[in-house]
């Protein structure tokens, strides 16, 4: 009996599906550092990013020392992150440079760069990761979200 074609070009799919899900991964360490620091945990295993926190790339992270190099006026600052209401899907992401914190701000520290987000803004963002991105049109940092499958 001749096999269906889902039985056929399921394991295709499966393998891309496989693919996609490794590439989402390690879009997460953006050097090999960071993939040698998360190897030598304590478990000795893989860990994913935690889904409480909001994460900076090393390319986040090398801008805002830029950043914070290129004026006396920005040393000291840290990035905030808000979400406001707007833009296609109903929310919008806006970054500053802000010197003070709220007492209602969570703050995340990696290598002497502050993430600063509201509490309002952390429901919305936590578990993701910031990035900055250079590209032909433009230069932005922007904010990347933890997709998760079921087992």
């Known amino acids: 009996m001749p096999r269906s ?9 499966i393998a891309r599906i ?3 899900h490794k590439l989402l991964w390690s879009s997460f360490y953006s050097s090999s550092s960071a993939l040698d620091e998360a190897s030598s945990s304590e478990s000795s295993q893989f860990s994913s990013p935690s889904l409480d926190a909001v994460h900076m790339t090393d ?7 830029e950043l914070q ?3 006396e006026s ?7 992150l808000s979400v406001e209401t707007g833009g296609c899907s109903g929310f919008q992401y806006v970054f500053d440079l802000d010197d003070k914190t709220n007492s209602d701000d969570r703050v995340f ?3 002497g760069v502050k993430l600063v987000v509201d509490n309002i803004s952390y429901d919305l963002v936590k578990g ?3 990035d900055y991105v ?3 049109i433009r230069s932005a940092f922007l904010v990347r979200h933890v997709i998760l499958f079921g087992a």
């Open 74 to 80: 920005s040393e000291g600052k840290m990035l905030r």
């Open 18 to 20: 496989e693919q996609n």
């Open 5 to 13: 074609l889902i039985q056929r070009i399921s394991p295709f799919f």
């Open 59 to 65: 390319n986040c992270l090398k801008r805002m020392k």
């Open 109 to 111: 520290e990696r290598e």
């Open 69 to 71: 190099a290129s004026e």
């Open 134 to 136: 250079e590209e032909l």
């Open 128 to 130: 993701a990761t910031v």
